[in-house]
């Protein structure tokens, strides 16, 4: 089992910055890739960001890309999500997840994290 929770979520305006961090605790963190995903009201769930076990490969939806980075430090067992120049359908509750197979796909993942709030005002 590996268990994640996050913290960072808020209420920014548009044009704004926020942080993410997921806090994984159970298995080996490092032996999983880890992501990011998101959900707004009405909407299926998303994927925002991911990066590899290594920490080498990264991935990005195209509607974020040159906007969030996502890092890990897996010597605290953390993930990062970094939103910079935030737009207000980026709305939508953020999910951290665990992945040791496709981690940019709803499908793929293993773990989830209980979500975050995150809401851009305009």
């Known amino acids: 089992q590996v268990q994640l929770v996050e913290s960072g979520g808020g209420l920014v305006q548009a044009g704004g910055s926020l942080r993410l961090s997921c806090a994984a605790s159970?298995?080996?963190?490092?032996?999983?890739?880890m992501g990011w995903f998101r959900q707004a009201p009405g909407k299926e769930r998303e994927f925002v960001a991911a990066?590899?076990?290594?920490?080498?490969?990264?991935y990005y939806a195209n509607s974020v890309k040159g906007r969030f980075t996502i890092s890990r430090d897996n010597a605290k067992n953390t993930v990062y999500l970094q939103m910079n120049s935030l737009k207000p359908e980026a709305t939508a509750v953020y999910y951290c997840a665990a992945s040791k197979g496709a981690i940019m796909v709803v499908k793929g993942i293993d773990y989830w994290g209980q979500g975050t709030q995150v809401t851009v005002s305009s």
């Open positions: 990066r590899g076990w290594s920490g080498v490969s990264t």
């Open positions: 159970g298995r080996t963190f490092s032996n999983y890739a």
